[in-house]
């Protein structure tokens, strides 16, 4: 089977296409023809990043191949001895093995059926691929850990990206008041997605209008611990809550003496909040299929790309501003 392998750790160049064994399943596993794949920056983390990739991908070093990848949705051709989930020919979806060796980069990958769930019929693979990390790290965010209910003012920082378009229409289904923050390019999008408000970040600076949100989703990429200062991103989405609101960091992990301070000034409860293998993975997932299936999220999916062009496909993840979903397709 085709398959992109890592040849080394670095740049986007070092992804290949190549020829590879199709997998062989366990007994609670299932085979799954890939029909779509979604990338996610973690990907390109994990690439160029050492350290990353043995922790994210769990390497060993005695790995033939190594392929990326966490999100796929496909058909099952195969079904291992302990797997009675799934038939022959089902379509499904999930992002499976994280953090782990899920090798979803490829035509053929052998998945747990625990981690996967039926794909709505009236849902695209390429559609429910991009929900997958990205809509549970929103789902994670704001209905887990924030607890988002009717009447709650959220704002959402990275609201066109691929987690923040999700984290958008997950908080407009629970009866939110959203206010979304990215490039003034992106207002439109943004806007069309239901938001109530919207902010260029780059013109306006939201903490000088808002002090009275319930929620803030953080998403904003920095390089380097630099939470604890008091001129940086989450410093200033304290600014924007009120006493008792609740702070959403999506990258940076924010250290205690950041934590216990916004606690202790307006009770805020601070927490860096990603998807991470739990009990209640599969009713996530379960739950943003039947939001996918009713309309209530969409997947914006900004470039569609082979398989083969999973380099430039990770040259544009890495610039973190990309627009909704990248998706690939073997």
Known sequence: M???ILKEVGGPENLILAEVPVPTIKDNEVLVQVKAISINPVDAFARRNQAALDMIYTRKGD???IILGWDVAGVVIETGKRAKKFKLGDEFFG???FIGQANAYAEFVAA???EMVIKPANVSFEQAAGATMAAL???ASLVKFAKVKKGDKVIIYGASGGVGHYAVQIAKHFGAYVIGVASGDNKDFVLGLRADEFFDYKTQAVEEFINDADIVHD???VEGDVSSTEDTHLARSLKTLKHGGILSSIVVYP???FIDKAKAKKNVTVQRVNVTPNENYLKDIENISQLLSTGEIKTHISHLFPLA????AHEIIQTKNTVGKIILVP
């Open 112 to 114: 747990p059926e625990e």
């Open 309 to 312: 062009d999973m380099a430039k």
């Open 95 to 97: 992002n499976f093995n």
């Open 255 to 257: 250290d205690q003496q």
């Open 63 to 65: 790995e033939e191949n």
């Open 137 to 139: 790290t929103a789902w």
């Open 219 to 221: 998403a904003v990429w």
């Open 2 to 4: 085709k398959a992109i």
